[in-house]
């Protein structure tokens, strides 16, 4: 099937936004989650972002409920008028014990299943923590239910957290998890995934985009 035919006529984007930047970002702490402000740099991050993402006309914005995505996404509401809708299942990856330590320490203290964990292995993070494919399930059940909302032609924009915003835009493509995490750049704090629809599913259109 070539290109031009497997385009849809009025395609539907969902934009998955990685929120701007904390103080444990800026310091290479481990966040999972743990509600995190977004600092003074993330506000201003949301605030430049918001006015690029409120270009594709969103209908809909909806958040993960921890504040630093939350926040994110008020942003782009206070300059569309859309209103924020907050989902659990759009929260980070939750690490377990590995939550407030910082890279260091994580390497220290749990060196081999981080190693592990680098290559691609799914493995549970922080002993009490969730795997990937954990995550990507429960944001792929509340992203299926956006979708299946969303008028033909429309656009609509999730912000969520960086190991999420990952899992979620690599199941939506029908990409596995292992290949996602060892291929796909992670996500930098405000920047964004669009996904755009064709008529054998969705395929990525921009990748950690700024602009």
Known sequence: ???STNRVEQPRRLI????????????????????VP????????????????????????????????ASTAQALSNVTGVPVTYDARMREIDVGQWSGLDSAQVRSRYGDVLDRVD????????????????VARRAREAADELIGRLPVGECAVIASHGVTSRALAASLVGMDQHTAW?????MGNCRWTTL????????IEGWNSCR
Do not use: C
């Open 1 to 3: 099937m070539s290109a």
């Open 196 to 203: 755009v629809e064709s008529r054998t599913g969705w395929r």
């Open 182 to 186: 060892t291929s796909l750049v992670g």
């Open 38 to 69: 977004l600092s003074k740099k993330g506000l201003r991050q949301a605030d430049e972002a918001a006015k690029h993402l409120a270009a594709y006309k969103p209908v809909e914005i909806v958040a993960s409920d921890l504040s630093r995505a």
């Open 119 to 134: 290559q691609g292995e799914d493995l549970q993070r922080g002993e009490t923590g969730e795997t990937v494919a954990q």
């Open 16 to 35: 998955i936004w990685r929120h701007g930047q904390t103080g444990h970002n800026a310091r290479g702490v481990w966040q999972g989650q743990h509600d």
